[in-house]
């Protein structure tokens, strides 16, 4: 037997659990898990841990106490270290999103304090908080994939400048049942619609002609989609694709959606001579 195993102490679970400071239980059931197994046993069937398995015991509560499931925690520790480093990056990311949306709700909450200070009546100052509150707490995970922490950011300003608050309460409300599944399809059908755009464009086509037309039905078509056809969330989305477009262009988050003068002439003619023709049908 090796002379390092054979000099190591033996803990039997009691003592193993009063040295690394965890519950009897909990090592019942990092046992029973694969998670951390004892050295040995006793003959009768007692488990027994060693000094190296505080080491590795140390390990997973300091994997969990960044917040790592139990099924990461024995994924890194069966990886290389170089790995480990990978995943470490990732939750420390994962903490400073955590920490951003923390001090975007602290900010509000302080711009809050200060007008209520000068105006006790101020409503519109608690309005904001909460609208901040609700978009912060409704971010989705899954969002992270689309859109980098800065992204997120700017996304939040220029939504905070453009919606009313009784808007933004509405959008803040629809988002709680928006899945990636949505997202998914909601960029492939606008980026057919950019990508349309682009060639009509590139070949000098009529906006007032049957593509221009067909493309202006089709945006209208999606634009309503997110807005429920509601006039001032419309008029909302309206401001903050106006202000997203009088970004520099290196700050645009919506970099694959944004218009160039061009484009943008070349749709709002469509867009206008479609609902001139709309409401004609409609008032025949």
Excluded at 22 to 31: C, E, G, I, K, N
Excluded at 129 to 143: C, R
Aim: hydrophobic share 35%; glycine share 4%.
């Amino acid at each position: 037997m090796d002379q390092h195993v054979q000099q190591q102490r033996r803990y039997t679970t009691s003592q193993f659990a009063q040295r690394a400071a965890v519950t009897a239980r909990t090592l019942r059931f990092y046992d029973k898990v694969g998670l951390l197994s004892p050295s040995q046993y006793t003959e009768a069937g007692h488990r027994l841990y060693s000094d190296d398995d505080l080491v590795n015991l140390q390990q997973i509560l300091s994997l969990k106490f960044l917040g790592f499931s139990l099924d990461e925690i024995k994924a890194c520790l069966q990886e290389d270290p170089r790995r480990l480093r990978e995943t470490l990056a990732t939750q420390k990311a994962m903490m400073r999103e955590k920490r951003r949306q923390l001090e975007t709700i602290i900010q509000a909450i302080e711009k809050a304090e200060t007008l209520l200070e000068e105006s006790p009546a101020s409503w519109d100052a608690l309005v904001d908080v909460i609208q901040v509150m609700q978009m912060e707490q409704n971010n989705k995970d899954w969002v992270n994939k689309y859109l980098t922490p800065e992204q997120q950011q700017k996304m939040a300003e220029l939504s905070r400048a453009s919606y009313s608050p009784e808007a933004a309460a509405k959008l803040a409300e629809w988002s709680k049942s928006w899945t990636e599944e949505d997202q998914q399809r909601a960029n492939q059908q606008w980026g057919a619609v950019f990508s349309e755009l682009r060639r009509l464009v590139a070949e000098g086509a009529d906006p007032t002609g049957p593509q221009g037309q067909a493309l202006a039905r089709q945006q209208q078509d999606l634009i309503g989609q997110f807005t429920h056809g509601d006039a001032d969330v419309c008029a909302g989305l309206q401001r903050f694709m106006s202000s997203h477009n009088q970004l520099p262009e290196q700050e645009r988050v919506m970099g694959a959606y944004s218009y160039s003068p061009e484009e943008w002439a070349f749709m709002k003619q469509a867009v206008d001579h479609y609902k001139q023709q709309q409401s004609s049908s409609s008032s025949s």
